[in-house]
């Protein structure tokens, strides 16, 4: 291991984690590279905690294998991977003041007193707790708990930074705020973090990239636009932000794409650099409902629907609509509300309409 | 009156039923004179079989044989108090010492044991406070003495020579004194380290630590106010202890509860005994009131 370079690269190749007959991971590939924040998101129970405890080493794969820097450390024991981790209730020691919790994993390395002062003050300056240093933990709020967790974890520049739900125990407010501040401290100190979270908005705003777990398994990796905009399949569309599904038969082949009928609609798709699905198949397009579109009169999209407005409700920023449509039953529309003029009114019709590259040909899982 | 009401309503609901109602709240009318009217029982039980030998017995020990401290200065003075004081003190120590270290592994196994293991074991450390201490006391007779299992195995086996004297003596009473306490010294340490957060541990090692390391420097410190609580609940016990020393000491060990009873019931000195027992009351007294600095007493001893 090259000592003194700051961030490190991870592999994980074909991990599998049984507890008896229910793989708790299958099969789990993923590259993760220097510097990189990269976050783990998925439902409850799909793996998530699974997997960073076994890079951490504190859950024993039964099978594959974590290489840092191309070599495995499947075999090391928790305390020699070096690594830093943020507990999800941050797992402070509550018999040590926040100096004596930041100052544990130099101690235990034997650092010399020296350094150890220099080094927490540095890290407990950087999560703004200089002054805190001789509380315990007992006496500091969720925010400021969260903070030491993280100085703690980071002081002894491990080779990576694994945080598991770190905010979720937060209200909504501090939770920003925290979010925020990570970001920032990623950027400054530049350690590699692999990140756990079941919110979506943590995961799109804050990694460079996100892979999405299910079942045990990764069914998507990639940079949070990539994931939002071209979401693999049904479940990445709908659990990354909402989704309309529109069903049909692939109709016909055009320049570019393909035309999906359904109940006698048609609707042009347009195809990036993928294979175009056979004619007559069954297919399932992601359409977000912001890249809809109310066309009162003037614009002339790919694709046109009518309907019937049956819900609205008002965000400030945007009026999120339900319009029944004939076709394809009821398509949930967001439109800005500086936009839209007039509050809509439920029963009032309308056309709606999105151009061909906006949907996405998404697997039906 | 509630028949009447049952009657003029044929089925009332439970929650609005007003002869349950009207009922509450003539009782809660005076909320602290029901309070008193409820404690006095337990109060006067205490008062009886308490306070009034207790104080009866303070009363002794400053006049008898004439009014005045010299029972109690016989404490500075008589050298078989002395003797007897150190057999004590020696005696409760060392029980202690080596029942918060055994217990301590057992409370350490029974947090880390599987569900069904624990309960097992739980059992293990349970049964024995069924089973009157006399008839233990016996059982330890029957193992230790000279011609006992424990030296039958050790002679036929070749390990000694000659019996070891395993009763009688100081040996003998802390084996069985032990053997009591151990229960009161599991169930303090177990209830704290039930509480510890697993995840600390798990944290001390990812920071670096190794096994010893987090058990010594996380796990360890985090379950001394268990230790502490326990420590003194044995101690306490161990200090007027009576049946296992007598029996297991076979007269030659006095500890002060054995010493107590010699003053009372055969030379007859009343001054003298009391004066022990009104010492020993204080010594528990103000360890009780160092303990509670430490510890939460209402939780040691059980209660929510
Ligand atoms: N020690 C264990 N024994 C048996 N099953 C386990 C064990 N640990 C985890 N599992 C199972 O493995 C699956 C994945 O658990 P994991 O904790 O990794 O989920 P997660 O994605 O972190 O969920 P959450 O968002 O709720 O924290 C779950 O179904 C869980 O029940
Ligand atoms: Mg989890």
């Known amino acids: 291991m090259t000592a003194g370079r700051i961030g490190h690269d991870l592999n994980v190749a074909g991990l599998s984690k049984f507890y008896g007959e229910f793989a708790a991971l299958d099969d789990v590939s993923l590259a993760v590279r220097r510097g990189e924040f990269l976050t783990l998101l998925g439902p409850s129970g799909s793996g998530k905690t699974t997997l960073l405890m076994s890079i951490a080493g504190f859950v024993q794969p039964d099978r594959g294998d974590i290489l840092l820097d191309q070599q495995s450390i499947a075999h090391l024991p928790p305390e020699q991977r070096n690594f830093g981790m943020v507990f999800q209730g941050y797992a402070l020691f509550p018999h040590m003041t926040v100096f004596d ?98 919110d979506q908005d943590e995961a799109l705003s804050m990694s460079d990239r996100i892979a999405v777990m299910r079942d045990g398994k990764i069914v998507q990796h990639g940079a949070p636009s990539e994931l939002y905009d071209r979401p693999a399949t049904r479940f990445v569309a709908d659990f990354l932000g909402r989704s309309n599904f529109l069903r049909g038969t692939v109709d016909a082949h055009v320049d570019g794409g393909f035309v999906l009928s359904h109940q006698g609609a048609k609707v042009s798709q347009a195809i990036g650099d993928g294979e175009r699905p056979p004619l007559g198949k069954q297919v399932v397009v992601a359409l977000r409902p912001e890249k809809i579109a109310i066309t009162a009169d003037g614009g002339r999209p790919d694709n046109l629907l009518r309907g019937v407005i049956a819900e609205w409700s008002y965000f400030g920023a945007q009026f999120r609509l339900v319009v029944d449509t004939l076709e394809f039953g009821a398509v949930a529309v967001v439109v800005p509300a500086w936009k839209h003029g007039e509050p809509p009114a439920a029963g009032q019709p309308v056309a709606i309409g999105w151009d061909a590259g906006a949907g996405t040909l998404v697997a039906d899982n | 009156m509630l028949s009447r009401l049952a009657a003029i309503d044929p089925a009332p609901t439970i929650g609005a039923d007003p002869s349950r109602s009207s009922l509450a709240r003539r009782l809660r009318v005076g909320g602290s004179a029901r309070y008193w009217l409820l404690m006095t029982p337990a109060l006067a039980l205490m008062i009886v079989f308490y306070v009034y030998p207790i104080s009866r017995v303070l009363w002794i020990s400053v006049t008898e044989p004439q009014p005045g401290l010299e029972n109690f200065e016989l404490l500075l003075t008589s050298a078989s108090i002395h003797k007897m004081l150190l057999t004590t003190a020696r005696i409760s120590v060392l029980t202690t010492l080596i029942t918060l270290v055994l217990a301590y592994v057992v409370a350490y196994a029974l947090v880390h044991a599987g569900e069904r293991a624990r309960r097992w074991m739980f059992l293990g450390v349970i049964v024995p406070l069924w089973i009157s201490v006399l008839v233990r006391a016996f059982a330890w007779f029957v193992l230790l003495r000279r011609e006992g299992l424990i030296n039958n195995i050790l002679m036929t086996s070749g390990v000694v020579d000659s019996p070891l004297s395993l009763i009688w003596n100081e040996t003998g009473v802390m084996i069985g004194m032990v053997h009591y306490m151990l229960p009161f010294g599991i169930l303090p340490i177990y209830a704290n380290m039930r509480d510890i957060d697993q995840r600390c541990i798990a944290a001390a090692r990812g920071l670096g630590a190794t096994r010893s390391e987090a058990f010594r420097k996380v796990f360890l410190p985090l379950s001394m106010p268990g230790v502490v609580g326990a420590g003194i609940l044995v101690f306490m016990f161990s200090l007027g202890f009576f049946v296992t020393p007598a029996i297991l ?25 009391t004066m022990l027992a009104a010492t020993l009351v204080i010594v528990i007294g103000a360890l009780l009131a160092v303990l509670s600095r430490f510890v939460d007493l209402r939780k040691l001893f059980g209660s929510i």
Do not use: C
């Open chain 2, 249 to 273: 000491g076979g007269g030659k060990t006095l500890m002060i509860a054995e010493y107590i009873k010699v003053q009372i019931l055969e030379v007859v000195r009343w001054g003298v005994g």
């Open chain 1, 101 to 198: 919790n930041v100052a544990f994993p130099l101690r235990v390395r034997k650092r010399p007193t020296a350094e150890i002062q220099d080094k927490v003050n540095a890290a407990l300056d950087l999560v703004q707790l200089a002054s805190r240093a001789d509380r315990y933990p007992r006496q500091l709020s969720g925010g400021q708990q969260q903070r030491v967790a993280l100085a703690r974890a980071m002081v002894f520049t491990p080779h990576l930074l694994l945080l598991d739900e770190p905010l979720s125990a937060l209200d909504k407010n501090l939770r920003g705020e925290l979010q925020d501040e990570l970001k920032r401290l990623h950027k400054r100190v530049g350690l590699t973090f692999i990140y756990v979270t079941h």
